[in-house]
């Protein structure tokens, strides 16, 4: 079994300030890595994901997000957030060893950007 | 360049009524999966396909059905709605050797009164 904690539920930050959106996971098994974002009214858009190698990871819109596997985490981070990265953002995993492709989510972070 | 299709996108219901939320990709994907995004809950996978005639139960199954009888097809089956329900349901699509990424449809708003 599988499980994701976001450890902040909102984050409130000034806009051109840098932000850090936590997520720690829990595995029995190797997991794959994801961060995804979804705006009001859409669906979720895939931000960047972690599968192997380097565990510095860059997504769209400035994202990049860091895997370290002893505090079994993955942080994701902008040095300058804009108005328009207000959305919701989720972590997800899921795992290598099973048939299965579905994804474990946590219960999301809701970056609000202020002026 | 569709991705991941799904209707309706918004639909209110009244308890015990049945509806199938549909659901459509044309990137030739084997894995497809239904989630329910609830607030403050994220998402929550109902059922998953692996591909076509292969179905299995995700976390929060009861009160859904689904079938894969295609590749391309994966609906959803309500069998007699309760306001339990009532959430934003979410198909997905990935390949089944892509790291488990998934494609996203832009979601159905289902009510239930």
């Known amino acids: 079994a599988q499980s994701v904690t976001q450890l902040d539920s909102q984050v409130p930050v000034f806009e051109e300030a840098p932000v850090e959106l936590r997520c720690n996971y829990s595995s029995s098994v190797s997991v794959y890595l994801f961060w995804y974002v979804q705006y009001p009214n859409q669906g979720l858009q895939l931000l960047l994901k972690y599968l192997s190698g380097s565990t510095l990871v860059k997504g769209i819109n400035g994202f990049e997000a860091e895997f370290n596997k002893s505090q079994t985490s993955f942080h994701l981070r902008k040095p300058s957030v804009h108005i328009s990265d207000t959305a919701e953002y989720f972590c997800?995993?899921?795992?290598?060893?099973?048939?299965?492709?579905?994804?474990?989510f946590g219960s999301g972070t809701r970056l609000q950007v202020q002026p | 360049n569709a991705g991941v299709t799904q209707t309706p996108k918004f639909q209110v219901l009244k308890t015990g009524q049945s509806m199938t939320l549909q659901c459509a990709q044309d990137m030739n994907h084997e894995y497809m999966s239904w989630y329910r995004q609830d607030p403050g809950m994220g998402l929550r996978l109902i059922h998953y396909?692996?591909?076509?005639?292969?179905?299995d139960q995700g976390e929060v199954p009861n009160g859904y059905n689904v079938s894969r009888s295609t590749t391309e097809d994966f609906p959803l089956r309500l069998l007699s709605a309760a306001p339990s329900q009532t959430s934003v349901y979410f198909c997905?699509?990935?390949?089944?050797?892509?790291?488990?990424?998934?494609?996203f449809g832009q979601g159905t708003r289902l009510t239930v009164v």
């Open positions: 997800a995993v899921s795992s290598f060893d099973t048939g299965r492709r579905a994804l474990t």
């Open positions: 396909s692996v591909g076509a005639g292969i179905t």
């Open positions: 997905a699509s990935s390949r089944a050797d892509g790291g488990g990424e998934a494609f």
